[in-house]
């Protein structure tokens, strides 16, 4: 069964950093993964889906990448902003049906 | 994207009575549903599998008989917590999943307090 884990739990950066997020699952035939935005007391923004194929995806001052090899994924947000302080999701899905395992999130603070 | 909605957002309810919880899929059809739960500054953990026309298939620890879920069309499946108490009180969250994108969209949450 796949389990995702997310570190760090909480993460506070100045403005106009670059900074990476951390996912890891446990089982390397994962069918894709998506990152996704939560902003507190709100529903799930989805961030980037990267298929099992795929190395990359990017989406503005987002990159997430996937390597299934190592079971690790990681989210770069360039030039952080205020705006970006959030909990961020990392999901995995083992095929295409089924559903989405989540990390725990990390908690990001972008102080301006 | 694909829309997914809720409906309510929010319900606050007295401990024992029961509440529906509708989750739509608008633009596309959604032939498997997925309910989550989500408790304060914890992540969403699944509660059941809910499959258009068939049963739905719950999680260890999820009770069936007090989280009630039809999945009648392709597009509305439903959540019914019975005799609600307050240690249900949480976050619920539906998503329906696109075949032709591959992708779960997610509805807004619907915040449940039980007195």
């Known amino acids: 069964k796949q389990e995702v884990t997310q570190i760090p739990a909480a993460l506070s950066v100045p403005e106009g950093e670059n900074l990476v997020l951390n996912c890891s699952f446990t089982?390397?035939?994962?069918?894709?993964l998506q990152w996704f935005r939560q902003d507190p007391g709100k529903g799930l923004t989805s961030l980037l889906l990267i298929q099992s194929s795929q190395r990359e995806q990017t989406s503005g001052r987002l990159n997430a990448s996937l390597d299934k090899s190592s079971g690790r994924s990681t989210l770069y947000i360039a030039a952080s902003q205020p705006g970006d302080s959030a909990t961020y999701l990392c999901?995995?899905?083992?095929?295409?049906?089924?559903?989405?395992?989540f990390g725990k999130g990390t908690r990001l603070s972008v102080i301006a | 994207g694909a829309v997914v909605s809720q409906h309510p957002s929010r319900v606050i309810c007295k401990s024992g009575t029961s509440v529906k919880i509708e989750c739509r899929s608008l633009?596309?059809?959604?032939?498997?549903m997925f309910w989550y739960r989500q408790f304060p500054k914890q992540s969403l953990m699944l509660m059941a599998t809910s499959n258009e026309g068939s049963k739905a298939t719950y999680e260890q620890g999820v009770e069936k008989d007090k989280f009630l879920i039809n999945h009648a069309s392709l597009t509305l499946s439903t959540l019914t917590v019975t005799s609600a108490h307050p240690e249900d009180s949480s976050f619920y969250i539906c998503?329906?999943?696109?075949?032709?994108?591959?992708?779960?969209?997610f509805g807004p949450g619907t915040r449940l307090t039980v007195l």
């Open positions: 998503s329906g999943g696109d075949t032709h994108t591959d992708t779960q969209y």
């Open positions: 633009d596309f059809q959604a032939t498997t």
């Open positions: 999901a995995g899905r083992n095929s295409g049906n089924t559903p989405l395992v």
């Open positions: 089982d390397s035939a994962i069918y894709n």
